[in-house]
């Protein structure tokens, strides 16, 4: 092991220590009453980056309106560490935002206390993101305390409302562009997990997404089907048979020209899918007690998951759902689903055909109810070359720590500061996850294991060394 990795390795109370102090701060961006906590997670993680070393400021974002009240926004953390002309600069991109959490939810333990459990440590952010952000101030402090010259430069941004939609990120990224991080020659994010719980990922693509409401208005107000069943158009009615028009039961879109955007698949990817370490009914398991997957061929699983586009129905606003028989009429509902986006889908382009799709539906049902879709949010999706140069020196780090060559994966859901990064830096990004499959990021009972902890610490250090290597 090189002096670094050592020093990673003999140092782990240490930084299990270090993790715990992030846990214990209930930075949840979500809750106006734990707002302080964000900002003072941001703080900590000032004073642990000036503490090695690192030229640090606090980019103030202004306010936002939560609850009824204005709150102000957490800072964004930018930092500096190396300001060699003569080596590459990497972006590293984190957040130290969590979503919320309460022992009452089903946690086994307090979330915003660290436990540890064998190889198993459990707390709120532990995966998401603070062990990530963390594992680099570990590698960070391996490099101070070993006088080891880090062989490259370093930028952090560092932001507190990822989970609460990274407000004010994107327009602060474009404007450093051409000011802090100017001078970035590639971008690494650790905040996806691998694939499976046995072999490491590589991720080099994310899929968009757009929301769409199909929203139908009847009369005025609830009706009494007794008295007016078989006399009016029902809404209800109107929005089922539209959202039945969407997707067919085995996932493929039925809207006319979304799946013609498509890029075809070359040899190259689909050999990817089928060589990746991916079991379909070990996956099914952990969803459902009987089949459930579209297929169960493995490459075809995997695709439906990561490259080509989906459609989700999620529900209907204003609709009866309590226990019991309610006879009512619905005045006016909305209907909601998503699409998940792939490369060369653009967002208007696909709210025009899920317009004109509708629309030419909508005169089938011989309705009176009056009917509009809106477009409620939309993202396009990401793509990176996984044999730049970038996703080559994180696949030797992974190679010479875990042993194993990376499943180079694309993702189902997204990180829209990604394509931000990307497309206003002209630069790579790597996506190199530290968790696991099954660290439940978002749910109870969250976890990142000891292992991945360490090893990932020095997957870092390893990626960095690559990096000082390559012309």
């Known amino acids: 092991m090189s002096a670094v990795s050592e020093y990673i390795e003999q140092h782990q109370q240490e930084f299990i220590s270090r993790l715990r102090e992030a846990v214990e701060i209930a930075s949840v961006s979500g809750e106006i009453e734990r ?56 972006t590293i991109y984190g957040h130290y935002d969590v979503q919320p959490a309460e022992l009452s939810d089903g946690w086994h333990s307090d979330p915003f206390q660290l436990t540890v459990e064998g190889d198993v440590m459990r707390g709120r952010g532990s995966t998401d993101d603070k062990g990530p952000v963390v594992g680099w101030l570990n590698t960070l402090s391996a490099y101070t305390h070993t006088n080891t010259p880090l062989p490259v ?24 562009s051409t000011g802090f991080l100017k001078d970035t020659d590639a971008v690494c994010i ?23 409401e199909i929203c139908v208005k009847g009369p005025r107000a609830d009706l009494h089907s007794g008295v007016f069943g078989g006399t009016v158009h029902e809404p209800m009615t109107d929005v089922v048979k ?51 997957t579209i297929s169960d061929d493995k490459a075809k699983v995997l695709m439906g998951r990561m490259r080509y586009p989906s459609l989700s129905l999620h529900g209907i606003e204003g609709a009866f759902s309590g226990s019991g028989a309610k006879t009512v009429i619905p005045c006016g509902v909305k209907g909601k689903f998503s699409i998940r986006l792939v490369p060369n889908m653009d967002v208007d382009k696909v709210e025009k055909l899920v317009q004109k799709h509708l629309q030419s539906e909508q005169k089938k049902l011989n309705t009176r109810n009056v009917v509009e879709v809106v477009q409620l949010s939309g993202g396009p999706a990401w793509v990176a070359d996984p044999n730049h140069w970038n996703f080559l020196a ?58 991945n ?5 020095k997957v870092f250090a390893e990626y960095l060394e690559n990096i000082a290597m390559h012309d």
């Open 190 to 212: 650790s905040d996806n997990y691998w694939l499976t719980n046995r072999k490491p990922a590589l991720t080099y693509g994310l899929r968009g997404v757009s929301y769409f």
């Open 242 to 292: 539209l959202m039945s028009t969407l997707v067919d039961t085995d996932g493929k879109i039925t809207i006319p020209g979304l799946n013609e955007m498509v890029e075809p698949l070359s040899k190259e990817e689909l050999k990817r899918y089928e060589d990746m370490d991916f079991d379909v009914k070990e996956y099914q398991d952990t969803i459902a007690d009987h089949p459930i």
């Open 153 to 176: 430069n370093l930028k952090f941004v560092f932001e507190g409302m990822e989970e609460s939609g990274s407000e004010g990120l994107d327009e602060l990224v474009v404007k450093e």
């Open 35 to 90: 707002r302080p906590q964000v900002i003072k997670m941001g703080h900590w993680l000032k004073a642990q980056l000036e503490g090695l070393g690192g030229h640090v400021r606090m980019i103030d974002i202004g306010t936002q309106q939560l609850e009824g009240h204005t709150v102000a926004l957490p800072p964004v953390i930018l930092a500096q560490v190396g300001r060699d002309a003569s080596k590459k600069t990497i």
């Open 394 to 451: 994180a696949a030797k780090a992974i190679k010479t720590v875990f042993g194993v060559e990376p499943d180079r994966t694309r993702e189902g859901g997204s990180i829209p500061v990604t394509l931000t990064f990307d497309e206003s830096l002209k630069v790579n990004v790597c996506l190199l996850p530290m968790g696991r499959a099954d660290d439940g990021a978002h749910s109870t009972n969250e976890k990142l294991n000891i292992s």
């Open 453 to 457: 902890y360490i090893q990932g610490s």
